[in-house]
């Protein structure tokens, strides 16, 4: 029976490396409509939690995934034994930066070498975590061809297809956002858009793994570069006297012709502060230079210094230093009602303040920790102190903060995110981005 007879008729196996923000929502689509799925993580306290039907993974509620492991639909491994008996393979692991600032696939490529001792012929393998154009066919398919001798396109199957996870949004998910597909061959194409299209309601096809890779980044950086052009339209706003947006959302009002972005604190998530810089450092290896790429890394990576010039801005006006001065930032998730802080611009906000001699705590109540550089920081357990800190700084918009009583509370309020914008009354002490 073929690799798409047994997508087809759900006798498929499939095996999911990487069990976090992107995987574990992919394991539970595909194992929901049937296909006996596999998780791989090497985090053991990730899989014992899945394997007693609770997730960690706000996208994925334990109501869904409990179920699906009392079936025995799907499982969570810590080792790859289990590859051997798969029919088709997705990796979902993390592609960071380096400290250079370079692409870090290092996860990609331990998975890759810890796949190969079980490659079969007629497997597919799909490389979902975002990577520069090119890698799958230089890099993914020469090691895959290494393990056995297979010949990829031939007697395995080998493909690209981005994640385009968003982390808490209500509306789009794995079934209904669309799929882009980029098969090695036309074979490879075929196999790979049937097993999403098993599960995903369409799937995109484009004509080689390198278009699919581009495409990817094509998405995070269109966001990336909007995202840096407002956010130098915040500062020039600053310059000028006007409230940024204010004139985004009249502009906003064009029902052609423009698409409304919103500055903030910084760029956050896994996403859109490092995939552009992904497609620049590939770029520079064929002496191009990426302008507008490194021009909108520039001006985001600069915000969270912005912020911390607004909050000694706002202590000033009330005659105080901002060294010793008693500071809360609300929020260090990267974006509201989630608990994901990669990469949040919150965290580079406090380790600013705390430079320039700040006292700073945070509270957040989707994170009640993180590790940053191996440093434990933890949440306040509620805001019934908020009075006695000389300003808040609003770097999360949460839907559970109630900002009238946090502008009503606080003493002076930093707002990067333009949520006290509803908040009744003066607001003489409340200050903008």
């Not at 574990?24 to 014992?48: E, F, H, K, N």
């Not at 395995?156 to 980029?182: C, H, L, M, Q």
Request: net charge neutral.
């Amino acid at each position: 029976m073929s690799l798409v007879e047994k997508i087809q008729d759900r006798s498929a196996k499939i095996v999911v490396i990487g069990l976090g923000y992107v995987g574990l929502p992919l394991a539970a689509r595909c194992a929901g409509v049937g296909l006996r799925t596999m998780g791989i993580d090497i985090q053991q306290a990730r899989v014992d939690r899945i394997n007693r039907g609770e997730s960690d993974i706000g996208d994925v509620p334990s109501e869904i995934l409990a179920p699906l492991v009392k079936a025995g639909t799907l499982t969570a491994h810590t080792t790859f034994e289990v590859v051997a008996d798969a029919d088709a393979v997705v990796i979902c692991v993390p592609t960071p930066l380096s400290k250079t600032r370079d692409p870090d696939n290092s996860y990609i490529i331990k998975a890759l070498e810890s796949v190969q001792p079980y490659v079969q012929k007629g497997q597919l393998f799909v490389l979902e975590s975002t990577t520069y154009p090119g890698f799958t066919r230089e890099v993914m398919v020469p090691m895959l061809e290494a393990a056995k001798g297979y010949k990829a396109g031939v007697e395995i199957n080998v493909a690209f297809s981005p994640e385009r996870i968003d982390p808490g949004n209500e509306k789009y998910g794995v079934k209904n956002t669309t799929k882009i597909v980029g098969g090695l061959t036309p074979a490879c194409s075929e196999a790979v858009a049937a097993l999403y299209g098993s599960f995903i309601d369409h799937v995109r096809m484009v004509t080689s793994p390198d278009c699919a890779e581009m495409v990817k980044l094509l998405e995070n950086t269109f966001r990336a570069v909007n995202i840096g052009l407002v956010n130098e339209v915040a500062l020039m706003c600053r310059k000028l006297g006007l409230n940024v947006f204010e004139v985004i959302e009249a502009a906003a009002t064009k029902p052609f012709g423009f698409m409304p972005f919103f500055p903030g604190p910084g760029l956050g998530g896994h996403c859109i502060p490092i995939d552009p810089l992904y497609l620049s450092w590939k770029l520079k290896s064929m002496n191009y230079q990426a302008r507008f790429i490194e021009l909108a890394d520039a001006i985001n990576s600069q915000m969270p210094a912005h912020v911390v010039g607004r909050v000694q801005d706002a202590l000033n006006d009330q005659c105080k230093s901002l060294k010793k001065a008693k500071v809360l930032v609300l929020g260090v998730a990267y974006k509201r009602d989630i608990d994901d802080f990669r990469e949040s611009p919150a965290i580079s906000v406090i380790e600013l303040l705390e430079k320039k001699g700040a006292l700073v705590d945070y509270y957040d109540p989707y994170v009640a920790s993180f590790r940053e550089d191996g440093h434990v920081r933890s949440s306040i357990a509620d805001l019934s102190q908020l009075a006695s800190y000389d300003v808040a700084v609003v770097t999360t918009d949460h839907k559970v903060f109630d900002m009238a009583d946090i502008v009503a509370r606080s003493p002076l309020v930093v707002d990067t995110r333009n949520a006290t914008k509803l908040v009744a009354g003066a607001k003489a002490h409340v200050y903008g981005l």
